[in-house]
Each structure stands twice: as structure tokens, then as C-alpha cells.
């Protein structure tokens, strides 16, 4: 372990109750130190502050999300919006936050159909006002704290003025961001990112914002002058401009959403539930492994690898088909996890042969429905938090790609959000039947996300784990890679975020280049699968109960650290860089 200060000092400078819950066994408060951990270490310092101030998990992770807001800002902030997943210690409850970004009223099926009435390409779609969902990170903080908070409202807010008004280093993984994106950029938002010859980073826009926000609450930012800018900057943006309106931000609100929570093994896993498609996912992927026996074959084996594969695959399929925004269409969630349905679907699986090919399932209760491409790019963040008293926060959030759709207001960057929703709202059959696709546009709905915040629970209803990451469609494949990792293979979390991925989203496979994966090639091979190494932008956090205490983990690929409440620093070796890996 290091010290808190060693592991900074090159870094910084001077609700209502919510309906969606699983009641556990209420274990015993644990009294250890709190830990923190995030992409970015003056995020989880932000966080750690907050829990020595008194703060609960809660407070520490809205005050670690609007550093990242500061920090990390092609990543995330409050242009954009999170899912969280939420432990209490004193009931053993599990709940979600929605806090997903929406499209403006005035949205439509053909909303990224460009003057000559052809659908738009997805690099064409992102930069500029259309792809602006409305925010939602604000709103689920200020939900969250209704429900769990202990500081006041403003105090979490005091890491982050201090970052953007009296300036922070800029990182490597920054400045690699600026050099890959920053022409993405409208013009005033490039100043706002230019690093100057010193490398201190200040934002003196964003203080002010922040400061607003902290004085005056977060309808502030909804509502009034700070709502009419922001409708002005996408409205008025040079390329694509927008249709959304004040009214759009004034009836946004933050939603408690149903849980997922299925068995694995002897553990309990708990993930987000749509619009997010993250949480089924997962949970196909684990269940149709868990017939077999992944710890014999262990963590070299090609064949954990390709059975691995082949159950994303089935998984990814079944997602691309059936889910979206749950308010505007039905979501086989019950179906797409029901145990004999899941059975079918493994017996497909061999462990000597790949499949030729890979269709989606029909679950029960499966409507009619016509898949769509995987098309999220590798964005966004993740925290995960625990406190003194056992209470668990787990959050992804993002803007969605690099510095989301290259508009900034108040130095703080908006998202591009709708590009997540399938740009072409129809399909055909091979029989030329017609169908809406489920994550078409449509006004006021929220586009389908692949972001996967999870906690695993033991066979005591006790804390294992809280586990997110950041990569886009990715994630659903980091968070299964890394639940295989320390459920079956006994690694730390630690060990498993580290790990290589093998990324089967459908035909083929992807190894990631630089990593352990990339000694899989052969045997895969030999297995029929067809593989390719490349680069892979990946980011993953955790925290978990090991030992009596809890341990923190971060992504080797990324600069994130886990704090811990004691002053404690998490020991990361860092991966060797890798040409052409995306920042993200």
C-alpha cells in the first residue's frame, strides 16, 4: 500500500422511498474504513473527503462524480446522466436510480434522417444539438441524496469548486483525450479544454456552475436562466441543431427502477434494470455459463474463453432484440432470464465446436421485435463506494462518447446521449415484413445503454462485491469477464478487472491486444472461433469485502485508484501502453 499523499502529489494542486428494492438478510454493520474508487485519484480524494467528514456512501459518491465532472470531463458530468445501484446496511435493501438522459418532446423515429430524407450516419449524428438528451446526472444525485444523504447538500460539492476554480493537472489519459477528440470540439468548448504550457487546468465557468447548483439546488439547473441556456446552446449549435425545449427540462425526473437480481453459483448478483440493457445481459451470459465448470478449466484455458464467447454472443443477440426504454415498449426481462428458456439457450453452447451462426432467442413473453447493431462507442465512467456503516454505492455515468457531442455550456460538456438509440427506426424480415426496432427515437424516451453497475451478494445476504465499467457496449463483457474472474477463479478483484478481454458481441471474436487474452489466439482458433487482436478502450472499478475489510480496486489500463477512508491507496501496476487503444 501507499500513502494517500505519495499517490497525489503528482496528480493535484493547491427522495421519496424507492419502490425498486431486494430485501436481504441485514448483515452487521461492518465499521471499517470506508473505500473509494474511481477512474481519476483526485475523484476518489473527493469522495474519501466527504466520508471523513461524516458523509455516507451516498454523499461520497455524489461528491466523486462531480470531480469526475471537473477531472475527467470527456467522460462525464452533468451534461450527462447514471444508473445507480444502492445497498443499504441498516435494511439489506438493494435499489436503482435511473437517471438516463431522454429525448426532447419534439423527437421523432426520423430524428437523425438527415434534408434529403436518408437516415444519417452515426459520425454524422453526433457532433452538434441533435444528439442531446436531455441531462439526467443532476437529478439522480439530488434523488439519491433525498433518500440516503447525510451532509448537507452543498458540502459535496466542495472538492469539486476547488478543482475546477483553483486548477488540477492535466493527466496523460487527458491529454491523450484533447489530442484524439479535441477537434471534435465546437470552438469555445476547444478553449475550454486547451492545456497550457504549464499543464494546470482551470475552469473558472464550471466553479461558477458548480457553485450555483450548490447555493441554489439542483432545480436551478432545470428550471430558469441556467435551463434557457442550456436549450439556447444545443437549439442554436451550428451543426444539427436541436428542438428541445425548457419544458423538456422541467419535467425531467430521475426514476426508481425494478432491480435485477438472479443466483450465481452460491452468490447473489444485483444489476441495473432497463432501459439499461447492461443488467440482463450479464446475468444471460453468467447463467448460461454456470452449467459449467469454470473453475477446473480456469483462467488460461482457450476453452473458459470460447465457452465464454459463445454465451455473450446468445446474450448480446437477445439484447440487440428486445430491450429499450420500458416506458414505451415490453421488456421480456422475466422472460429473458426464466430458467428453462436460459437452458435452452446454454444446450447450444458445446465446448468443442462454435456456433455457425447466432440468433436471438424468443424468451417468453417475447414480442415481436427486429434486432439492432451494437453501435455504443467506448465512453463514460464509473465510481464505487462504501462507507463505515456497510452501506454500498455503485454508479455508472457518462456523457457518452469523448467529450459527448463536442458543445459545452459553462464548461461543462454536453452529451450525445441519443445517438445510443438506433438511428434507423425500421427493419425487415428476410420475408420483407416490417417492424419498429425496440430503441428507436421517440420523444421523451430514454435510449438503451449497455452500462452495468453491480453489486454481488453471498449466500448471507453480506456485500462480496460492487463492480462498473466504462467502454460502451464493452462493459456488459468486462462485467461478466471480471464476475467469472472472482466468483469462479478466486482472483481479486484486482486481478480480474486486469485481466484480458475476449469481446464476442456476435460473429467473431475480439482479443484485446496487450493483454493476457492475447496468448488465447491459438486455441481459440483450433476451437473454430475467428479472432482478431486489437485495441480495446476499457475501464473498469471496484470494491470488495476480502479479509475483514474492504479493498478497492482500479482499472491497470486507466489511471484510476480505490482511497481508503484510513489513508490507505490501492496498489495498481499499470498495463503497458498500446498503440491505437482508444482513451476511453
Known amino acids: 500500500m501507499k500513502t494517500l499523499s505519495i499517490a497525489l502529489a503528482a496528480a493535484t494542486l493547491p427522495l421519496t422511498a424507492c419502490a425498486a428494492q431486494t430485501r436481504h438478510p441485514t448483515p452487521v454493520s461492518t465499521r471499517a474504513p470506508g473505500m473509494v474508487s474511481a477512474a481519476d485519484p483526485r475523484a476518489s480524494a473527493a469522495g474519501v473527503e466527504i466520508l ?115 486548477g488540477f493537472r492535466a493527466t496523460l489519459r487527458f491529454r491523450n483525450s484533447v ?76 426514476k426508481p427502477r425494478d432491480v435485477i437480481c438472479e443466483p450465481y453459483r452460491s452468490y447473489r448478483i444485483c444489476g ?17 455459463l454456470e452449467r459449467f465448470d469454470m473453475a477446473k478449466l480456469g483462467k488460461a484455458s482457450p476453452v473458459a474463453w470460447h465457452l ?54 424468443t424468451p417468453p413473453g417475447a414480442p415481436a421485435r427486429t434486432p439492432a447493431p451494437v453501435s455504443e462507442v467506448a465512453g463514460t465512467t464509473d465510481l464505487a463506494v462504501a462507507d463505515r456503516d456497510g452501506n454500498v454505492v455503485e454508479v455508472t455515468t457518462t456523457v457518452e462518447g469523448p467529450f459527448g457531442s463536442g458543445l459545452v455550456m459553462d464548461g461543462t460538456v454536453l452529451n450525445n446521449e441519443l445517438t445510443d438509440f438506433d438511428i434507423v427506426p425500421f427493419a425487415k424480415e428476410g420475408n420483407g415484413t416490417g417492424y419498429l426496432v425496440a430503441n428507436r427515437v421517440e420523444g421523451g424516451k430514454r435510449p438503451r445503454s449497455s452500462m452495468a453497475p453491480t453489486i454481488v451478494y453471498n449466500a448471507d445476504g453480506s456485500v462480496r462485491l460492487a463492480l462498473g465499467a466504462a ?82 480496486a482500479a482499472d491497470p489500463r486507466s489511471e484510476g485508484v480505490a482511497i481508503g477512508e484510513d489513508g490507505s491507496v490501492s496498489d495498481v501496476t499499470r498495463m503497458a501502453p498500446v498503440a491505437n487503444r482508444p482513451s476511453e
Not at 68 to 95: D, I, M
Open 179 to 254: 489530442a484524439a477528440y479535441g477537434t471534435h470540439l465546437t470552438p469555445d468548448a476547444r478553449t475550454v479544454f486547451t492545456i497550457p504550457a504549464d499543464g494546470i487546468m482551470r475552469n473558472p465557468a464550471q466553479a461558477a456552475l458548480l457553485e450555483r447548483i450548490a447555493r441554489q439546488g439542483p432545480d436551478s439547473f432545470y428550471v430558469g436562466p441556467q435551463a434557457q441556456k442550456l436549450v439556447a446552446t444545443v437549439n442554436g449549435a451550428a451543426h444539427n441543431p436541436s428542438k428541445m425545449t425548457t419544458g423538456d427540462l422541467a419535467s425531467y425526473d430521475a
Open 471 to 552: 467502454g460502451g457496449s464493452t462493459i456488459i463483457a468486462q462485467i461478466a469477464k471480471a464476475l467469472v474472474g472472482v466468483l469462479d477463479w478466486n482472483l481479486s478483484a484486482q486481478d480480474a478487472i486486469a485481466l484480458g478481454l475476449v469481446y464476442a458481441p456476435g460473429p467473431g471474436a475480439t482479443l484485446e491486444a496487450g493483454s493476457s487474452a492475447v496468448a488465447l489466439q491459438a486455441g481459440l482458433t483450433a476451437l473454430g472461433e475467428q479472432v482478431q487482436v486489437a485495441p480495446m478502450g476499457l475501464k473498469a472499478n471496484a470494491i470488495e469485502w476480502r479479509q475483514g475489510r474492504w479493498i478497492g
Open 308 to 361: 465464454f464467447a459463445e454465451s455473450s454472443r446468445l446474450a448480446y443477440a437477445d439484447r440487440n432484440m428486445y430491450v429499450g426504454d420500458p416506458d414505451f415498449v415490453a421488456v421480456p426481462i422475466k422472460g429473458m432470464l426464466d430458467p428453462t428458456y436460459l437452458a435452452s439457450r446454454s444446450a447450444l453452447i458445446s465446448e468443442n465446436t462454435t456456433l455457425a451462426s447466432v440468433t436471438a432467442g
Open 52 to 166: 471523513k467528514a461524516g458523509g455516507s456512501a451516498t454523499d461520497a459518491a455524489i461528491a466523486t462524480m462531480l470531480a469526475l465532472n471537473v477531472v475527467e470531463p470527456q467522460s462525464s458530468g452533468l451534461g450527462g446522466g447514471s444508473f445507480w445501484v444502492r445497498h443499504a446496511a441498516k435494511t439489506g435493501k438493494v435499489t436503482t436510480i435511473d437517471a438516463r438522459e431522454t429525448a426532447p418532446a419534439a423527437a421523432d423515429a426520423r430524428w437523425f434522417y438527415a434534408a434529403d430524407g436518408t437516415p444519417m450516419s452515426r459520425r454524422d449524428a453526433v457532433p452538434g444539438g441533435r444528439s442531446v438528451g436531455v441531462p439526467g446526472a443532476l437529478r439522480g444525485m439530488a434523488l439519491a441524496h433525498r433518500q440516503a444523504g447525510k451532509l448537507p447538500w452543498a458540502k459535496l460539492f466542495e472538492p469539486a469548486i476547488r478543482l475546477a476554480r483553483d
Open 272 to 288: 441495473m434494470g432497463p432501459p439499461s440493457s447492461g443488467g440482463v445481459t450479464v446475468l444471460m451470459i453468467l447463467k448460461q
